[in-house]
């Protein structure tokens, strides 16, 4: 194929908030970096009786709202002009001809196309079938991509149907399936910490490390996503995708390069080392939790068993973390947004200072400070001046801010919209990984959703349940945040 210098993106579901909110200020941000290719075009399609003018004017204001940093009226202008829009409606099989001679008529040339799939998640099998059946990703005028919005699947059996029904209209090269987590600055960093370093990999490993935690808590409560949320809760949400990217991230072996696939051949891996929870011990390896006054919510069944928090001990069949525990957490409405992972080594095996009654030595942690406060912390004993041998904890920091200027992180969608244009797939999730993930998901799923673990309530504005703390004190443990104050 000659290189063509043309590039369109086609966002299905462009009236909807993810467009609004991330996709159009993303572009707008690439574009004022000069990092979109020459001649590029966005065509919004959604069912909104729009025009150009009228998507025009409202990526106005979400571009003003959303990437109110870089906003001027002069590249506005000029960025503008490259946004098109389409009145479609998906499911209209017949439309697809109409809509690809409308593409052509703006592209004019050879012309790479990426379709980006923000919509409902019923639609996404609809518009590849479409899309194939229309000749619309055959990639012989110019590469054809599709990056497929979350959540991809509701359990394992639905996400590799999906799966398939993908695959038989597409490579899988052709796809980039969304984890806005991994293209966080800090969730990427987790790989250059590890693996640009030489003095963390050595006790990256069950001789020296406790255990891991990783925690993603928002205070934000459902708002008004509960139609969406009722239906999924925090284990599909939270759970299944981020919060299990980032154990693969902390747990994989070294890939041999820095190529997508090396990549993820190294985080499948270790996802399929998980021990699935038998369904007997999810019980006891898993809190479920609901926020008081989630019921409440519109479109929310007021008998819902849903939860908004969720906490669970997973552990990891492979040579490097056998027996250590990886306990993982989320929920909304808590008391503050932190997402962190936490890594606790062994305490000293044998204590020579004299220690007060009660009192028992520190272990040595590793905050990696995902967001919002990026940055990584090391908290270690240091000897407390003028006294014979006290010991205290003290940390060594590295903010973000500090060292790369207050506006060094960009904007995850940013990342991903780049990357995907460039064809460089590493930050996204590949099949079997997803499938990996639904893999350990689902039995919880399965038991939560039959009422065999209580669902505990918590206050708005707490750290979650009770039950969560007393569950790590079972075993020893406390949850912690590095990067929160309290
Ligand atoms: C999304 C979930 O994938 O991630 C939301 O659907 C959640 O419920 C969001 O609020 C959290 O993302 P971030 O980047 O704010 O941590």
């Excluded at 069949?317 to 909304?332: A, E, H, I, M, T």
């Amino acid at each position: 194929m000659s290189a063509v210098e043309s590039t369109s993106v086609i966002i299905f579901g462009a009236s909807g908030d993810l467009t609004y909110r991330k996709l159009v200020p993303a572009f707008y941000h690439l574009f004022g970096k000069d990092r979109l290719p020459e001649n590029f075009h966005v065509l919004g399609l959604s069912r909104s009786e729009w025009d150009d003018e009228t998507f025009r004017n409202r990526m106005e204001e979400g571009v003003k709202q959303f990437a109110s940093d870089s906003f001027s009226q002069e590249s506005w202008k000029a960025f503008r002009e490259k946004l098109h829009y389409y009145p479609f409606d998906l499911s209209d099989a017949e439309g697809y001809r109409a809509c690809a001679k409308h593409l052509a008529g703006i592209e004019k040339q050879k012309t790479n196309r990426m379709y980006y799939l923000a919509t409902a998640p019923q639609f996404f099998p609809i518009a590849i079938q479409h899309l194939g059946d229309n000749g619309m990703v055959d990639d012989r005028d110019g590469w054809r991509r599709v990056i497929v919005e979350k959540p991809f699947g509701h359990d394992l059996q639905s996400a590799h149907q999906l799966n398939d029904t993908i695959h038989r209209y597409l490579r899988e090269e052709q796809i980039y399936r969304i984890d806005h987590y991994l293209a966080k600055e800090t969730v990427q960093n987790i790989l250059v910490l590890r693996f640009g370093n030489t003095i963390f990999e050595p006790l990256w490993n069950r001789n020296y490390i406790d255990h891991v935690q990783i925690t993603a808590a928002e205070s934000v409560d459902v708002g008004h996503r509960g139609g969406y949320y009722d239906d999924s809760g925090v284990l599909r949400d939270m759970f299944q995708n981020h919060l299990l990217q980032l154990l693969s991230l902390v747990a994989m072996e070294a890939p041999a390069s820095f190529d997508a696939d090396a990549l993820r051949n190294e985080k499948v891996k270790a996802l399929a080392t998980v021990r699935p929870i038998p369904l007997e011990k999810v019980y006891a390896n898993v809190i479920i939790g609901q926020y008081e006054g989630y019921l409440k919510t519109k479109e929310v069944a007021s008998n819902s068993r849903t939860p908004t928090y969720a906490a669970a001990r997973l552990y990891l069949d492979n040579w490097r973390w056998q027996g250590v525990p990886f306990y993982l957490r989320s929920g909304k409405a808590l008391k503050e947004k932190s997402t962190e992972i936490l890594i606790q080594f062994n305490a000293p095996p044998h204590v020579m200072f004299p220690l007060e009654m009660g009192e028992t030595i520190r272990a040595n942690l590793l905050s990696i400070c995902i967001q919002p406060h990026e940055g990584i912390h090391l908290r270690f004993e240091a000897k407390v001046p003028d006294t014979p041998a006290k010991m205290r904890s003290v940390d060594m920091d590295f903010h973000y801010d500090d060292d790369f200027g207050h506006l060094a992180i960009p904007e995850a969608y940013e990342r991903l919209l780049l990357n995907a244009l460039n064809g460089d797939a590493s930050l996204f999730t590949r099949a079997d990984g997803i499938e990996e993930a639904w893999r350990i998901i689902d039995p919880i799923l399965t038991v939560c959703e039959a009422g065999v673990v209580p669902i505990a309530k918590y206050p708005k504005g707490s750290w979650g349940p009770k039950e969560a703390n007393d569950f790590m004190g079972q075993h020893g443990h406390e949850w912690r945040l590095g990067c929160v104050s309290d």
